[in-house]
């Protein structure tokens, strides 16, 4: 009797909340008001950097919340200045006011209690996100919490020259005999970077007996049975890489100016879209195409989040708020635009908002959504850490 | 003679060199402690030795450590030994002018700029081979050949030579005014002595003095260069300032450890490879006497000379070129393999990149003429203590005899401290940046400091001051002081002396330096990344930001920008004086 008692009281309560959400959306809008939000994003991409620019300016128009883009390299700079901050108890006032981020960045930010929040449950567009998606749930499996708010989707995609290559590989040993047949003609960007990591992710969950293991966390003995296989495949991989495996991109787009260039006939990328970007705006010829693997492959997704000592939270939820509406992430994945998958649960919308998602172009190298196919899950956060110090040892000589 | 003010010129050098000495500290002292594993912020409180072992066994970390040295010291050695050779060979001949007239130019490109531009010059895929592709070669698609990013970095220390060697050359220019270089010769000639002979024997090690704290920041710049780096250096592993790099910007927080145990770790590798080379200074003084005065007149270097003068040359071609390459990419829609021009034209990335640059030139502009402006204060400050000192301790011989007491010691070594500011003005560019650049970062948050402009436009102070001593203290040393003594026997007072005849006869140089100044806060990165906490996006800034991307076109077109900054003020500095004194012919030398 007690219990029921006490679940009426918890329903009531959540009943008083979500009442107060409205309520308290109002007067976030209304603090917003005149803030000025610093977003720090990567700044690598013009046509990333024009819609970030488009989004500030119609946020300033119609909420009155100034958006400054500040560009990073790597949001790893940032996640350093916020710690700085905390080291100086700058608790306050902090530099940063909303970030683009996820993943291991998001991982450190929330062991080292970096995040505002709680906060993504209380913007409004929230309600239209897919909550299906269990990467919206789980950022490289670490748990999210409503510490980010979610903004686009991302899947493992590869692509080839079709002028150079008639049939594109299925597998990773396909793959293998794609290098034998082409030696030099396909790389991958080296082990810490991203794409890199996830190549090596994707690489495992393909050539691992038990995939279901890969979603427990890493013991050493495991690690050292079950990696050998994909050990084996990048033993034999190397010699057949662009420079033999000698060197390596840095990064995923050195991966798209090299495919421009002719060295290397097979590419990858994690937006599905960005091929038919790049070509959208000549950066790449018409004759790239995108494919996946037969098994799926990877995909996850990307968020923005509040540091603790955030100088203007109601701004930053506003804007986010706003990266979230069906208008922004319609603008977002239209491949002329950007082309950033959105993840918005277009069963869940209705009238212009869901004519705005109707109206969105196909990419001309974009595969369609059945083609993409769920995506595999990533693999535990534990096993990439020990994927990636073993790679080191092993090749990084 | 002494007048109002000119015996407090020592405020400049104390101001200055407390100014540096004590943020480097401050800065070392922040890096020192985490590699000791103190770090509170991350639950790190226990000092031990913990993080200098996971350093040293961390994969690669050896080949990275030797990669490092050896790109840097080669680079370094190239660079001295080929400015010593062309000089020696050219001096004040044609092509001596021809450099007289573009160093300036190929001085303000900066190296990540250059980097880009060279790396698709050289690269299987890049000019060179597109060049001869496919009518030549049969070459359809690029070929699997390790030119750029070898593991050796043997890329990297040709890029190096090529970005330090107009410095070195640019430096000696201002040194050789000081020495009497026409008499020598001619003494030398009357004795028969071949020209080239005259330089080896004589001239050089005269020269070198002037020269040494340059190439220690020759050194320190070759060994902890990141932004060459990681466009043209080797990747896996990469070399130790770019793992740094990426220490610090690792997600996991302990990394920041390693981070600081890898910069310290590069700062002693500078320290020993400048005592070496201190080293490498004495053994030679020691050698090369009987060599010197072994009286053999003719030289094997006149053999050479066609070859030397072919390297000065293929340096100034490369970097032309490759910002020639910027400007075709600038203007690139489509370009590929094998194609020598781009199939497709576009104004596009022009027109976007104008408007969305606006704001960091802006930015850029009004840091870097601030800088200047203060670096130029100080500077000349700074030197006009110098000169008045050299002119005491001259003075003082004269009549030592019977005024040496207590009182006169204490000065003179108050004065011989003051005299080491060289030293402290040099030591931002003898410790690698990402040495104390970070600990200074933390200080500035501690004291809320950070993110205002003023603290901004200091960090770049920090870097812009020694380049542009560097740049002016031979001419203005070397300045003909019977003018001003003249001057002041005429009108008593200091101050109207320097404005209305000093300062307007030495405006060219002061210009250059002002140019030269304003340059190197264009050219900062790391300080404005650090210092600025994002509030402040510069145009380099943007470029960096923009090459992490992948479209060389945007990149071009700002990369382009970030080099008119520069080019403009060094075109004033050549047009203002010609204007100002049209009518002065002696004055617009």
Known sequence: MRQFFLIFLSLLFLGFLSQAHAVDWEEIEKKAKG?????????????????????????????????????????????????????????????????????????????????????????PHFQKVDNQKKTLKYDFTVPVDNLESPWGMAQLVFSYDTSQVLKHPETMSDLLAFAKKHPGKFTYPAIPSFHGTTFIKQALSELIHDPKILSQKVSAPDFEKHTQ???????????????KGKVFPTSGSQMLSLLNDNEIFISLSFNPNSVSNAIENGELPN?????????????????????????????????????????????????KIWGDPSVLDIK??????????????KGIATLSADELGPGLPE????????????????YNK | MRLFGQEKTYIFPV??????????????????????????????????????????????IQTSILVTIFSGMTA??????????????????ALWKFFEKILSPVLSIPHAAFAVGFGFLIAPSGWMVRLVSPVLTGFHTPPDWILLNDPLGISLTIALVIKEFPFLIMVAMGALGQLDIKKTLLVGRALGYKKEQIWLKVLIPRLYPHLRLSIFAIIAYSLSVVDMAILLGPNTPSSLSVLVLKWFNDPDVNFKLLAS???????????????????????????LGPWITNGKRSSFLALFKPFIAFMGICIILFTIISSVILVIWSLAWQWRFPDFLPTTWSLNFWAKGMVSSFDPVMTTVVTGVASAFIGLFLTIGCLEHEGNYRKNQTNQNQNSQDLIGLNQIRKKRTNNFIKNIHYFLYLPLLVPQITFMAGIQLLLVIMKMDGYWITLMGSHLLFVLPYMFIALSATYLSFDERVTDQAMLLRRSYARVMLSVKWPMLLKPILFSFAIGFSVSVAQYIPTMLVGAGRFSTITTEVVNIASGSDRRIMAVYALIQQCLPLIMFAAAIIIPKILYYNRKGMQV
């Open chain 1, 379 to 394: 693999p535990h956060v534990s096993w990439v850490q020990a994927l990636e110090k073993e790679w080191l040892k092993k």
């Open chain 1, 287 to 335: 004759t790239i195409r995108t494919y996946i693997h037969k098994g799926g492959t990877i995909g996850n997704a990307h968020f923005v989040a509040i540091p603790f000592n955030s100088s203007a939270k109601p701004g930053a939820m506003v804007f986010a708020n706003f990266l979230l509406s069906p208008l922004a992430q319609a603008r977002k994945a239209n491949p």
């Open chain 2, 261 to 287: 145990a890898g910069s310290l770790c590069l700062f002693f590798i500078v320290l020993v490879s400048i005592f070496i080379v201190y080293l490498i200074e004495r053994i030679a003084h020691f050698f």
């Open chain 2, 15 to 60: 101001f200055v060199m407390g100014l540096f000495s004590v943020t480097i500290l401050a800065g070392f002292i922040g890096t020192l402690l985490p590699s000791f594993n103190y770090l509170p912020v991350i639950g790190h409180t226990n000092l031990s030795l913990s993080v200098w072992f996971d350093f040293f066994s961390y994969p690669g």
């Open chain 1, 35 to 123: 803030q000025t939000v610093y977003f720090n994003a990567w700044g690598g991409s013009q046509p990333i950097n024009e819609y970030i620019q488009w989004a500030g300016r119609l946020v300033q128009k119609k909420y009155g919340v100034r958006v400054i883009h500040v560009k990073a390299t790597d949001i790893g700079d940032v996640v350093s200045r916020i710690l700085v901050e905390k080291a100086a108890k700058k608790l306050q006032n902090g530099s940063v006011d909303l970030m683009w981020i996820n993943g291991e960045n998001f991982k450190a930010m929330k062991e080292n209690t970096l995040l505002f929040g709680p906060f993504s449950q209380n913007l």
């Open chain 1, 348 to 361: 869940k919308l209705s009238g212009p908002d869901k004519k705005l998602f109707d109206d969105v172009p």
């Open chain 2, 76 to 93: 370094s050695f190239c660079v001295v030994t080929l400015a010593f050779l062309f000089i020696s060979v050219s001096y004040e001949n």
């Open chain 1, 229 to 243: 296989p994909l050990w084996d495949f990048l033993d034999a991989l190397h010699p057949l890489l662009w420079r």
